[in-house]
T-cell receptor, first 112, second 114 residues
Framework: LAKTTQPISMDSYEGQEVNITCSHNNIATNDYITWYQQFPSQGPRFIIQGYKTKVTNEVASLFIPADRKSSTLSLPRVSLSDTAVYYCLVGGRNNYGQNFVFGPGTRLSVLP | KAGVTQTPRYLIKTRGQQVTLSCSPISGHRSVSWYQQTPGQGLQFLFEYFSETQRNKGNFPGRFSGRQFSNSRSEMNVSTLELGDSALYLC?????????????FGQGTRLTVV
């Protein structure tokens, strides 16, 4: 089971780039890494997913080193509305069983 | 397109009772997953259904069960409720059966056991 660890909280200012790192030392060969964002009283929302190297979409980038034991979510130029909890999820494609583990989440506070 | 709908939004039950929660996925989505979220344990995977079959199950006792209907709507049931079952229960739907594709979450059902 790929256990993950993330910083409990982070503070940033509007307009800055924020990098949140997730450690997953026991990641398996077929595990993908997915990040979700959650606002209070709402369900999580998909941000980005990757397997290795770098993935970029319209809202974030995901950096995964060659050993895949960690991953970094990068949010460019954050705004107040990016204040939320960010979860790292490691899980296997077409895997059966108890292999979908959410990290504890990182509470990001964006200050004006 | 309507999002994932969970009913009811809030529920209060007494210890020992049972409860059934409902989830209507996005139209066309065939996979439904359930999660429990608590302040102490965070987000934990309960189970996943695809085409009316349970394909994945998290590490929860047998008191937690679920099912999926032919229209992809899903229900989860918790029997013999305990105080520790108080949580936000989230449902997520996916178009296909791949657990690593994007999941769309509902707003959840907040269950309070007293």
């Amino acid at each position: 089971l790929a256990k993950t660890t993330q910083p409990i909280s982070m503070d940033s200012y509007e307009g800055q780039e924020v990098n949140i790192t997730c450690s997953h030392n026991n990641i398996a060969t077929n595990d993908y890494i997915t990040w979700y964002q959650q606002f209070p009283s709402q369900g999580p929302r998909f941000i980005i997913q990757g397997y290795k190297t770098k993935v970029t979409n319209e809202v974030a980038s995901l950096f995964i080193p060659a050993d895949r034991k960690s991953s970094t979510l990068s949010l460019p130029r954050v705004s107040l509305s990016d204040t939320a909890v960010y979860y790292c999820l490691v899980g296997g494609r077409n895997n059966y069983g108890q292999n979908f583990v959410f990290g504890p989440g990182t509470r990001l506070s964006v200050l004006p | 397109k309507a999002g994932v709908t969970q009913t009811p939004r809030y529920l209060i039950k007494t210890r020992g009772q049972q409860v059934t929660l409902s989830c209507s996925p996005i139209s066309g989505h065939r996979s439904v997953s359930w999660y429990q979220q608590t302040p102490g344990q965070g987000l934990q995977f309960l189970f996943e259904y695809f085409s009316e079959t349970q394909r994945n199950k998290g590490n929860f006792p047998g008191r937690f069960s679920g099912r999926q209907f032919s229209n992809s709507r899903s229900e989860m049931n918790v029997s013999t409720l305990e105080l520790g079952d108080s949580a936000l229960y989230l449902c997520a739907s996916r178009f296909g059966g791949d657990m690593n594709t994007e999941a769309f979450f509902g707003q959840g059902t907040r269950l309070t056991v007293v």
